[in-house]
């Protein structure tokens, strides 16, 4: 018997995230101890490497991130190609298809292909690593180049120090962040980081297992990620927020869109029965950086109707809104959000394909007829 949707199968052994129990970890760290005492850029380390790196290894990263946020100068020409209506997952996929033809990922690819004689193994080089520091560096850049593109500006000129998330802000107003919304960011990055064998890290082992770059990996994550079940809640959870003029109506808004056969955006999730621990978290977040505006109690008030109504929790992508509109993102910055951080997970459950690989190719049970006729193209009706 098949299962739809492959709902409970496990596909794969992997050792950097599980979900046990309603608890998420990576490598074993619950997600909350490395919110509260991590940096993304340790937490990507850890992802791809299993432990936690030493201040040399992490200040080596985090030259090595920013200086891929530098981005080569046929990657903007693409961006400010582009329609500035593009979707910014298009965009974060042209651009990163772009990355993937510089010269500097061509070598590397092209060295992995060559050393590999396509032998896993030998793909453990540490080129993989290198294109997913790239990547990891170079989304934000990626993203905030196109939110001025759509906005119809030029982008400001990066700024090389401080945490990722600190130079995507700079990088998208032009001026300095305050440290604590920089650091609440950075928070929302590793909350984003992984999550097991969600649908674009499926996609990307999927890519993965046939050896193909890492690149390439990439952009199937980046494209499974637009979907409105996945990544494009985001969109979704805000449009259903910014639709309630005030908590009071939440209800009744709620009420009508089951009515209508409708699912609520930010709610619902198939491995969490009960509570996203990423949510609570978010919450919080979002408490702290915008506590007076007026998506936090229009949330809640939508959590306490889906919860009355259905018996669901909100997931990660309720409160995540809640926080990115109030570090004053627009919809389509917030959309991005998702894919900076989860770029560290992407890129570490490609290296731990490329590590042990077998391709992966299912099965699936035909319910196509028997038996049948080719009739003559002059004879169909
Ligand atoms: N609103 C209303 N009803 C829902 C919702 C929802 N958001 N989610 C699930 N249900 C109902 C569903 O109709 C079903 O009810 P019934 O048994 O009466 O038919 C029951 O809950 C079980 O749902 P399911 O279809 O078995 O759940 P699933 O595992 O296939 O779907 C999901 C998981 C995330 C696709 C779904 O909950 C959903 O569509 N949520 C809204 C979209 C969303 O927020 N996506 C972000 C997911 S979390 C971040 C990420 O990973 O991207």
Not at 105 to 122: E, G
Not at 179 to 204: G, K, M, V
Not at 252 to 279: K, N, T
Request: glycine share 8%.
């Amino acid at each position: 018997m098949s299962s739809r949707g492959l709902e409970g199968v496990v596909a794969t052994e992997s050792a950097i995230s599980a979900i046990t129990d309603g608890r998420l970890v990576y490598r074993g760290i619950p997600v909350e101890t490395a919110v509260n005492e991590g940096s993304f850029a340790e937490v990507a380390w850890l992802l791809w490497h299993g432990r936690l790196p030493t201040q040399a290894q992490l200040g080596h990263l985090e030259d090595h991130l920013a200086s891929a946020g530098e981005l080569p100068r046929d990657v903007v020409t693409r961006l400010r190609g582009l329609p500035p209506t593009t979707p910014m997952l298009v965009a974060l996929r042209e651009g990163v298809g772009a990355l993937a033809l510089t010269p500097q990922s061509l070598n590397l690819q092209s060295s992995n292909l060559q050393s590999s004689s396509l032998q896993s193994s030998s793909l453990q080089s540490s080129n993989p690593h290198s294109s997913a520091v790239r990547l990891v560096g170079a989304l934000p850049a990626i993203a905030a180049q196109f939110y001025h593109v759509a906005e119809g500006r030029p982008l400001f000129a990066p700024r090389v120090s401080g945490s990722l998330a600190a130079r995507f802000l700079h990088a998208v107003r032009g001026e300095v962040p305050p440290p604590q919304e920089a650091r609440a960011l950075d928070q929302a990055l590793i909350l984003y980081a992984d999550h097991e064998l969600n649908a674009s890290t499926f996609a990307a082992r999927v890519v993965a297992s046939t050896l193909a770059d890492m690149y390439s990996a990439v952009i199937a994550a980046l494209c499974t990620l637009k979907g409105p079940l996945h990544g494009g809640a985001t969109a979704e959870v805000w449009r259903f927020l910014a639709s309630i003029e005030s908590p009071a109506d939440a209800a009744s808004r709620v009420d009508a869109a089951l009515e209508a056969g409708q699912r609520i955006p930010g709610f619902g999730h198939r491995v969490y029965r009960g509570p996203d621990p990423r949510a609570l978290v978010f919450r919080q977040l979002a408490a702290r950086v915008g506590g007076q505006q007026r998506w936090l109690p229009t949330a809640d008030a939508v959590a306490e109707a889906v919860y009355a109504r259905k018996g669901l929790y909100p997931n990660t992508d309720l409160y995540s809104v809640v926080f990115l509109q109030a570090l004053e993102f627009d919809i389509e910055l917030a959309t991005a959000v998702f894919a900076l951080g989860r770029m560290a997970g992407w890129t570490a459950h490609i290296l731990e394909q490329y590590a042990n690989n077998r391709l992966i190719r299912p099965r699936a049970q035909y319910t196509g007829p028997e038996a049948a006729e080719w009739t003559p193209i002059g004879q169909r009706g």
